[in-house]
Structure formats: C-alpha cells, structure tokens
C-alpha cells in the first residue's frame, strides 16, 4: 500500500490514502500500523488514515494524549484540501476517533467506534471492571507511571487475549488483516504501546460529552479487552449517541459488524 509522509512541524506523520469518495478518517488499534482497513474497502469511500506518533514511520511523540489525534488528522485534512469528513476506529483507536470528533466540531460529520475505552476519568465507571487479567495487569502498569509501565513491558509477560471462539473465527477471516498491522506495529520495542498506553490511562484532553456529531458505538457483549461498560458510559454522556451491543462477541468478532456500521457512517 503507497503512503505519503507529511511534515508537522519539526516531526513527520506517515499517512495512508485509499479509494475515492466520502472520506473517512481511520485511527488504529493498539499496537497496530496506521493502514486503513481493507476488510471495510468499498466503492465510494476514500480510506484516509496514519500511523500514530512512534509506530511505522511516524516521529514518535512522548505523553501525548489522546486528544492529539485531532490535531494530527486536522492537519492532514488540511494538507489534502478536506474541510468535513467522519471518523472511525476500533478498540484503542475508537478513543482516538471520539476525541477527534470532541476537538473538531463542524468538522467531523459522524463517529463510528468499535469496542472502545472510555476515558480513565469516567465518573461513576469501574474501569478496569470486567476486564481480562492481562489487559488489566497492562494498564494498571500504565497508570502507575511510564517507568512501571515500561518495567512490565521489559520484564516479558505474555500478554494473553482469551479471545473466543467468534473472536477466532473472525480472525479467520477478511479480519485476518489485523495480523499484518499488528506483526509488523513494533519493530523497535514497545515504545509507541507504552505511549498509548499511557494516553488511555490520562485524561484525554476533551470531554465527550461535546461530541455534537452523529456517534454510534458498537461493542460485544463477550469483550473481556475493552469491557462494554465503556461503551454504555458512552452511551450515557455523549448527546445522541446509538449504542449497539452485540450478543456472543468478544473484542475481535464484533468487528463483523462494522460494514453495517459503515453503513451507518456513510448515511450521515
């Protein structure tokens, strides 16, 4: 896949660009490299997306918060000439796309987030309720600073994703996609995971609860990675937003339905 390196200032963002139409913005997972996803590649959608600070040929950028995103892709909008366009994401890249739409008001015309977090600073939200051990055990570090989160990091622990059954099954599929932007996300160590880490587990830099455009959040019932409590927090702050939880998915499998939820994007 081409891609373009664009200067921001005294750092470089590597950006993807695919197809032709309604444009949409895609923020990746963790950790994964900025392409857009080909399972989701249809006629009349151009596929704009980047490798966030650290990953593939992006400058890395220490403590950067979530919130950053929006700068970054306002920015490549502007070198590409595109005033309005939606936002989409999944799993660490759904926060992402959240505060790129609370940052970007007129701008972004609708969200789509896939299995995400909510913000560490969720009233009333027990974070880490019903998460996985290891994804727990991961993020704890995260929040006990960069130097105990880089410590877990070194130390070797196998991060373990339980995934289900239907979490397998979609892997085996068109989703197996995620397995090539993934495998090759951390070539020099787990530098830029630590920084998103450490973003999901600070405070964003926005509120939600400004989101003015169109939002739809889509989760499994089964994810034991991002828990769907995120996901009804959400529900409940942002105005207007659909929530869509999905019976028997786990974090990987609910991303079988994220063609509806283009449907749903595109139609707004």
């Known amino acids: 896949m081409e891609s373009v390196d664009i200067a921001y200032g005294d750092r470089v963002l590597r950006v993807y660009d695919v197809g032709t139409g309604v444009p949409v913005f895609w923020c990746h997972g963790t950790p994964n490299l900025g392409k857009p996803p080909r399972p989701l590649f249809r006629p009349g959608v151009r596929w704009i997306s980047y490798d966030r600070p650290g990953y593939g040929g992006s400058t890395p950028v220490g403590d950067r918060p979530v919130g950053t995103a929006a700068a970054d892709i306002s920015h490549i909008a502007a070198e590409f000439g595109i005033e309005r366009f939606a936002v989409a994401g999944h799993s660490g890249g759904a926060p992402h796309a959240l505060a790129c739409a609370a940052l970007l008001p007129g701008r972004v015309t609708a969200v789509l ?44 622990v196998e991060y373990e994703h339980e995934f289900s059954e239907a979490d397998l099954a979609t892997l085996r599929g068109p989703w197996s996609w995620l397995g090539e932007v993934a495998g090759s996300a951390l070539p020099d160590g787990p ?11 600070t405070p964003w830099g926005c509120d939600p609860a400004a989101i003015t455009a169109p939002t739809l959040l889509l989760h499994g019932d089964r994810d034991g990675i991002n828990p769907p409590s995120h996901s009804r927090w959400l ?16 974090h990987i499998s609910v991303l079988d339905h994220a063609s509806d939820g283009l449907d749903w994007l595109l139609a707004r």
């Open 235 to 250: 529900a409940s702050r942002i105005p207007g937003a659909e929530l869509r939880i999905t019976p028997g998915d786990g």
């Open 113 to 156: 987030a896939v299995a995400p977090l909510a913000p560490f600073t969720a009233e009333g939200l027990d974070w880490f309720g019903g998460m996985i051990s290891s994804a727990e055990g991961s993020l704890r570090a995260a929040a006990a600073g960069r130097e105990e989160k880089e410590r877990y990091e070194a130390s070797g």
């Open 191 to 201: 530098g830029p995971l630590v920084d998103d880490d450490l973003a999901y587990v």
